[in-house]
Structure formats: structure tokens, C-alpha cells
């Protein structure tokens, strides 16, 4: 089994630059600018989806009553929106494979 580490923006920025051509700046740059406007479709309320990647939904949760595990006192839980993110077929094909 592999080590687990962590895949950075600089990681992706390198690959660029390796792949690509391009230089360290603009590779991150580019890095920077999708991640940006992934962002900003999300904070507008859009899902995104990358194809054979997979899709970032968001869901709109309601308020419910939760309950302290430790004195079982229940809690009021607000209502909130939380990003989750659902594999492509494609992708999880590619993880069990590896």
C-alpha cells in the first residue's frame, strides 16, 4: 500500500509546467485561475462538474436537532449548505484499478 500524501496546488502547478511547457508562474497561475472560478460558480450556487473527474454538488441542509453524545442534551443544528463532492464512474474505475 502507498504512502498517503497530499496533492498541492504547486503539485499540479509542476505537472503543468513538466506536461505543458509552461513556465512555474504561469503554470500556478493557471492552477490558481481554475480553482478561482471553480470557487466562484460554487459560492454563486452552481454545481461543477468535471467530466470523467467527477461532479461538486451543493446540498442545502435543514435545521434538525442534534444531540451531545458526551450529556445527550439536544441541540438545535442550524440550517446550512454543504459542498459534497460524487465521484465519476470513470474515476472510481481508475481507483480500483491502482
Known amino acids: 500500500m502507498r504512502s498517503m500524501s497530499t496533492l498541492t496546488r504547486a503539485d499540479l502547478a509542476d505537472a503543468i509546467n513538466r506536461k505543458l511547457g509552461f513556465s512555474r508562474a504561469e503554470s500556478l497561475e493557471m492552477v490558481e485561475s481554475i480553482l ?3 470557487g466562484d460558480a460554487l459560492a454563486e450556487g452552481e454545481n461543477v462538474k468535471i467530466s470523467g473527474f467527477g461532479t461538486f454538488l451543493l446540498r442545502d441542509k ?3 436537532v442534534g444531540r451531545n453524545p ?3 442534551i439536544e ?3 442550524t440550517p446550512r449548505r454543504v459542498l459534497t463532492f460524487r465521484a465519476s464512474q470513470m ?3 481508475f481507483i480500483a484499478e491502482a
Open 36 to 38: 478561482r472560478h471553480m
Open 62 to 64: 435543514a435545521e434538525r
Open 70 to 72: 458526551k450529556t445527550g
Open 75 to 77: 441541540v438545535p443544528i
Open 91 to 93: 474515476l472510481k474505475d
